[in-house]
Every structure is written in C-alpha cells, then in structure tokens.
C-alpha cells in the first residue's frame, strides 16, 4: 500500500480566514490524489480529483473558489478552505491512488484533518 | 442518489461472532469493490478488496462474497474481536471516471467482549 500524512491534524480557526490542508504520499509517486469531506456519523463524500500538473476536478456542487485545490508535485496536494465558515467545519482526508495488486488501481487514506471553524 | 446501499447501519457482535455487512450496487460500469476500517478521528484503511470477476476473497479473518448477477457483496468477519469494533465502508469503483470511489454508508460494529 501506499503512506500518506496530512498536516495539521487538526485546526482550530476564526470564521473568514483561510486554512491549508497538505496531504503528502511518501513512499510513492501519486499522480492522481482525491479530496473527501466526512461529517460526524457519516461517510466519506468526494469533493475532488486532484491531478499532478493541471486543474483538479471538482464533484457537483463543491465550490472550488472556496476549497482550492493545489497538486504541485508528485508527493504533494494541497487543500485550502478560503473564507472559512463554522459549515465548513468537518474532517477532511486524502488520498493516494496506488496500486496495491497487479492492474488494479485503489485509493490510500491519509489520517485526516479536523477542521473547526469558530 | 445513494449508489451503494449499505445495511446494516449498526451491528452488535458477541466476541468470536461472525459480523456480516451487506452491500448493493446498481452501477454496472463498477469494476473494483474495496472495503475500508475506520476507527474514530482516524482515516479509513483498505481491509480488502474484490473484482467482480472473483465470487470470493478471503484474506485472514475477512472474506468478500460477490454476487455479480444480483449486484451485491458482502463482508464477513469471523472471530470477531473487540479491537474490530470500528466503522466499516463499503466502496465502488468506477476506473472508466476516474477511478471515482463511490462509499456506503457505512456500518458500525460493535464487538462486546
């Protein structure tokens, strides 16, 4: 499997400032990292497809004025929450797409973000 | 729309038990079907995997069944144990989008020692 951290692990912050979530693969090259949002009790929703070198991808209804998504190099992606809200508050996670059999492609979870906008 | 239904919600599990979590799909172009532990405030894991071309997995404690034809498959846990008491997902994957992930809702087992 792959390794991947995120920092911080947790952020505490006043509503209308920004956050900055990085996800790092580190034992592998990850050209493809996605971004997922969790709210208590609940699973996991994809917020976007963050891809090596171009535009990440952003699923139906996420803002992606708001959640800025930066994917700089093979090992790292970032996540930004500009201008955030106590709504914004959830845990964030990443994860890398790596190859865990032959000709078959999973996704690795980092062990998150909790993020909580006051 | 919930494209991968998930039951139960909750299960209670005498320790050594079986722990049996269903799920369905209705999105034939899913070619790859993971399931995933969670404990509280930690991300989740891959537990174990299936291609639908394979009826079933078994790796350890863990074994996958697939039924293509009816678009279900399961988890089974054998010998539950206390440290399993955690948060399980079933996923589906759709490679031709992107690799997309698409989750259950989730089960949460309980395993009272």
């Known amino acids: 499997g792959a390794v991947v951290s995120q920092h911080p692990s947790w952020v505490i912050c006043k509503s209308g400032t920004s956050v900055k979530i990085e996800c790092r693969s580190l034992?592998?090259?990850?050209?493809?990292m996605f971004w997922y949002r969790q709210f208590p009790k609940q699973s996991l929703m994809l917020m976007a497809t963050s891809n090596e070198g171009s535009k990440a991808t952003y699923e139906q209804g996420v803002e992606k004025d708001k959640f800025l998504i930066n994917h700089a190099s093979l090992t790292l992606s970032t996540l930004t929450v500009t201008s955030a809200h106590p709504e914004d508050s959830s845990f964030y996670i990443c994860?890398?797409?790596?190859?865990?059999?032959?000709?078959?492609?999973?996704?690795?979870f980092g062990p998150g973000t909790r993020l909580t906008v006051l | 729309q919930q494209q991968v239904k998930q039951s139960p919600q909750s299960l209670i599990v005498q320790k050594g038990g079986i722990s049996i979590i269903n799920c369905a799909y209705e999105?034939?172009?899913?070619?790859?079907f993971p399931w995933y532990q969670q404990f509280p405030g930690k991300g989740p894991a891959l537990l174990i995997a299936i291609r639908p071309d394979v009826s079933e997995k078994k790796e350890g404690r863990f074994t996958i069944s697939f039924n293509k034809s009816a678009k279900q498959f399961s988890l089974h846990i054998m010998d539950s144990q206390p440290g399993d008491s955690a948060t399980y997902f079933c996923a589906a994957r759709q490679g031709a989008a992107g690799n997309k992930l698409t989750f259950g809702g989730g089960t949460r087992v309980l395993v009272k020692p």
């Open positions: 999105n034939t172009a899913f070619d790859y």
């Open positions: 994860s890398v797409q790596g190859r865990r059999e032959m000709g078959t492609d999973t996704q690795y």
């Open positions: 034992d592998f090259q990850a050209t493809t």
